[in-house]
């Protein structure tokens, strides 16, 4: 089947994706000036629902055009907001100081992904000599080190909001500097 005709889908799976994203993005930037968990649980499930667009948009993709998202800059840019959810749902699940991160690494995402729209979605095909197993591992990899680089910038943009503005009121709701400190280490190392 011709990828043109899973285009119109793809589109407005990833629009779908982006609104959620967006939507979650809201939820963060309200709890972290007004206070209150349930308005962050509300932007993970937020984040969590809209992966669920991105990844059918993602394996339509796929299917359609017989490879993985990493060859043209539409299927890079949406691969790379992809993993970049995925690993923070993840790990703001495991890490609980790392959950307000969700106020940069979700518009980061929504942001790559629509870059990503706004860029030619015509389809390119694989040549033979880059067929292989190694290449799924190479790029599995890349993505998740892309994931962990966005929390990374996250962790570090927050640290930088909280020290060049030590006495603001909203301030006082993220971790201390030595823990967003380690936290964009870490992630930045990993990545």
């Known amino acids: 089947m011709a990828v043109e005709t899973w285009l119109p889908w793809q589109a407005g799976l990833h629009w779908a994706a982006v609104a959620c994203y967006i939507l979650s993005t809201w ?40 490879h993985g998202p990493y060859m043209t800059r539409y299927e890079v840019l949406s691969s790379d907001a992809f993993a970049a959810v995925s690993l923070f749902l993840l790990v703001s699940r495991l890490v609980g100081g790392i959950k307000h991160t969700g106020l940069v690494v ?15 979605p015509s389809a390119s095909y694989l040549p033979p000599s880059l067929r292989g197993v190694w290449l799924f591992f190479h790029i599995l ?51």
């Open 141 to 191: 990899f890349a993505k998740v080190a892309a994931g962990s680089l966005c929390i990374a910038f996250g962790a570090a943009a927050l640290y930088l909001f909280k020290e060049l503005r030590p006495d603001w009121r909203l301030s006082g709701r993220l971790p201390s500097l030595e823990i967003m400190d380690a936290y964009a280490h870490r992630f930045t190392s990993f990545g």
């Open 106 to 120: 979700m518009p980061l995402s929504f942001l790559l992904m629509a870059a990503g729209l706004l860029t030619d």
């Open 27 to 66: 939820f963060f930037a309200v709890e972290f000036c007004f206070g209150g968990v349930k308005r962050q649980a509300w932007g993970e499930r937020l984040a969590a629902a809209g992966l669920v667009p991105h990844a059918v948009a993602l394996a339509l993709r796929w299917w359609a055009v017989g």
